[in-house]
């Protein structure tokens, strides 16, 4: 098994999709560890850490890459299987921040109201007993809640040699900010440069339907990605794969687009694996299907469109990609 | 136990909230067992009844209704127990409809494309196996999927003196469309109207999430329904409760609205049952809430906001309505 | 000729379009004399009179009719030619509204932020020199725009038995509040049910593109309306027609559906009145059309487009139903 | 007086803004004489010419530069004085295009439905006579309408380290499409990274409002823009000045939120400018505003917001650097 780590350094991190050269060149077939450091860049810590502080624009949200990966040419399917995504430190943060978030003015659904307060709630996180502690700022409410850990931002470098922030999410990944992408889980990326150049961050303890209030249990991770490639085949939009479901995403506004691009690749995605009726494969997914609502917030809205493999009779999806994956990571696991 | 059985003609059925008198009058306490007829009215039994063929509009999405609850005023708050969603037939159907549904154009997405062809499917319902069974229209493609019967359609007569298509979802219930609203779960609706004139139809064999080819596994059913009157409470938008979660509904355009009036709802609502602070609320809210797509095809757009109630530290919600109707229809369905 | 005039008393005025029956009859041929109120029913008088205060929901955008059109059948169309619109008082009213515009949040667009300040403007009105005069309320800005007087409301009774609140705008008109509603213009509505029953209300002495801030300068009106039947013509969203242009609009949500509506009925239209092929018609309008802004802050969104007449060799509109029209104008004027 | 020509080869047109180096470095006070090629790279020139056969992805909508201007930097305004722009042929073109366009669907208001027939349109262009004719594919339908020349695409590099495609427009301007940016016109920029990097392109001969097929009647265009640098003034999104009006853009998806952009920049434009408070600007605009529609087909929509100066009792506006760039255009042209 080929096992590489890496651990940036501040300056190591990326703040966009494109328009920087790799950190590291990696072989399909690699079992990759990475540290990500979190949306803040560690740098809110305690309850006086307002992220309009202490962070300074457009240095938010770093990823860790991007990646080269040998071999990977326009028109290929990267594929990254997360074999385990675990919280680096015993705490994580979430805050509001002005002018972001699902239940506030932004920059471009602009009114003449003033900003929400900016407020940090810092989590207590138990790796062991798998749960993250809210504690309410004013009053003594607490409860606990399940540690689900995810990744927010998972992407290569975009098409038509563009480079993007790595807060928005588009047909290349970024920041969809769905909890579908934890553990267990191989993302499609389609290929649009030469060596594919993904990166991944934005890692969350856990995260609501939606990230409403614009971040969610935001923490640093230890990440464990097993790398493969697919030649040869096209992926229009990010597309999931777990054990027992194929997913599809969409990221646009308004969120009705977002919705509608993911439902729309599910469609064609079974079409074609099935061999089904474009209009079969409509009606199919339109009673089978779920549609796990990703981010409400960012410069892009993310939508999940789900399926149960159980509805489409079995089929090879992308030459087994995600078995083989699925066994390399349990190899690397019993390994440690 | 006060038990009234209604079955309409069809000449009884509504097409609008608002605007029309009751069909009956009911007091709160009562159990209700209606038949409701599914959205095409019941005429479409084959393939080869296409809908704008055997329907004719405005006569869509017949409710059952509506019935006048003694004592309910304005600034009352209607509550509506599902004790039990059966289907009345063994087979269900659905269709794609001309200009109707998520992928595709529209009367206000309005394209210079031609519709998508009209098309039914029948499904066989086996109530006693909980399966409905797909059956592909090209090649013998087929798969059987849980039974999992919800209404689309509830709601009372609407505020302002308006009548509103059945179609149509909005602060007043109606077509909203979300498999949450099944057996089990109460429903709590503002009322509008002396009487509130509530009513149910539009019952889904199962759905998949935002409804994306515009029908369902469409079936008439039989429902169970207890009522109750909660006297003085204000209910701005439509609220369902099970036993595990609460959830709150929002609809309108675009889905981005639809997603923060539930999301505003829930989180002003969990302000008021804990006394937590609004910004803790949304904090609250945003690492444990979840955002069930109801529908992305009707004339408004529905999401739902749903919460564990475990995270509020057991509140006493509507005055335990809910635990007093669940026993209620236990009550109802173990004298039968 | 024949002149009917008709002033409301207070209680004859109504707030819903569909749902109330007739306040007159009318012949097509007629004149009609109206007196119009101003959307806060002129209770806004003056700075302390806050519409939260001295308004009731549902209370507002008081509309004058309906009237019932002798002979008009679902499937005709009725013509309205607006002769004079003609501001009753020498003041006129705006205001912020708690939640209402399009630089707040909304009942719809709902977020935590409070809401803006509620503030009342007053402008004089001088109807001789064909002006109004801002004044700010801080500082002692003050500037003098062209008085351009127009009716937001105008429409018929809804499709489908439905009943509208007239704050509302949809296929059947309502609360379109578009500057193009002036005098010399002719509304085209398609009936929905006998009688067609349509009413009128919301005069502005002027207003900008999309009422941004919720109200324009409100005024009530003395409007001089001539009525015409177009029997068996079809008209799915409301048109209007003045001397060089044709205007189809939309309204929904979001913004660009209404665009997308009103777009398509022109090029529709354009096609239908030229022979000329739909993507000719479409290309046509496309380099030709204007589409003016009609409302940004309704329950529903307004867009018109617009074509001059000049570009499509002189069709035959509506059987010519604007010229002969304008001279009933013309000879009603001279007569006064 | 600085006069510097500038005739890109095909190789050095650009497709992005941001990411590549610039083409020539420019000082303020130069008068920039430029050809700009039409936005399919001059592939398509008759009517079997279809894009999607003669163009290739991303190489579409070709700006000329960038150019650096010396001594630009973050936080500082780049005005561009259009002095003219004239079609540099005696034809232009416009097209439809599969999935691009409002009244179809597209990559993101995805549908099940095939494009629209992809169709070439010539047109004659009489720049003598200042007209361009239409002439429908079927049938011998013709008609002139007049020339306006205009770009469609004028921007700088964006912020963040981002490049994006010339087909988007957004807060560095790029593809905003508004009939707005004609000759007399100064476009003021915010500069994102030293030199500025500006780039112009997509002239069109006319164009309706909102852009409706996707195209607009395209042309290589003869433009001379005249420059200067307003050191340390901010400009969030871009503006437009004319002799007599103020313009603000705002490009974003729902078209609503181009709207809000656009007019919360003019609002508070308008109270900096003038010391009123912003309440009384929103209300001055809200009567005296203007919304002229940009483009309703890109990957984000434009609206600009648009106030005659007259309004604002004559504020100096960036020191009045139009009225500085407007006398040096017209020693320009006299000079010729």
């Known amino acids: ?9 501040p ?17 399909p077939g690699t079992v990759l560890e990475l540290y990500t450091e979190d949306c803040f860049g560690g740098r809110v810590r305690g309850l006086d850490d307002l ?3 202490v962070c300074e624009f457009p240095y938010l949200n770093p990823v860790t890459g991007p990646f080269h990966v040998e071999g990977a040419e326009p028109g290929d399917t990267l594929a990254l299987h997360f074999v385990s995504i675990e919280p680096a430190r015993d705490w994580a943060v979430s805050t509001t921040f002005p002018h972001f978030g ?7 659904t602009a009114t003449l109201q003033p900003p929400l307060e900016e407020l940090v709630w810092l989590y207590e996180v138990d790796a062991a007993k798998r749960t993250v502690r809210y504690q309410a700022r004013r009053g003594d409410f607490s409860v606990e809640m399940p540690l689900d850990p995810m990744h927010g931002t998972v992407g290569v470098a975009p098409a038509a040699n563009e480079a993007r922030m790595t807060i928005t999410p588009d047909a290349h990944g970024g920041n969809m900010d769905t909890p579908e992408l ?3 889980v191989t993302v499609y990326l389609g290929v649009n440069v030469p060596g594919a150049l993904f990166a991944i961050g934005d890692g969350h303890c ?3 339907h939606g990230e409403v209030c614009g971040t969610a249990v935001e923490a640093a ?8 490639l697919i030649k040869g085949a096209v992926t229009p939009w990010p597309r999931l794969e777990d054990d027992d479901h194929l997913m599809s995403t969409g990221s646009a506004r308004p969120l009705e687009d977002a919705y509608r691009v993911s439902q729309h690749d599910l469609v064609t995605w079974t079409a074609a694996l099935t061999g089904l009726d474009e ?8 009673q089978g299907g779920e549609a796990p609502v990703g981010n409400v917030c960012d410069t892009n809205y993310t939508m999940v469109a789900k399926l149960p493999k159980a509805y489409l009779g079995g089929p090879e999806v992308y030459g087994s990609a995600h078995a083989r994956l699925r066994a390399l990571g349990a190899e690397y696991l019993s390994s440690r």
């Not at 098994?1 to 350094?9: K, L, T």
């Not at 991770?221 to 493969?228: G, I, K």
């Open 51 to 53: 992220p309009s502080k």
């Open 11 to 27: 300056g190591d991190l990326s703040y966009t999709f494109g328009g920087r050269p790799a950190v590291g060149r990696v072989e």
């Open 206 to 208: 856990r995260q609501g």
């Open 279 to 286: 209009l079969d494969a409509y009606q199919l997914v339109s």
């Open 1 to 9: 098994m080929n096992v590489v780590s890496y651990r940036p350094e």
């Open 221 to 228: 991770m230890n990440t464990v990605v097993a790398v493969e």
């Open 102 to 108: 699902a239940l506030t003015s932004t920059h471009t």
């Open 182 to 184: 934890r553990a267990g």
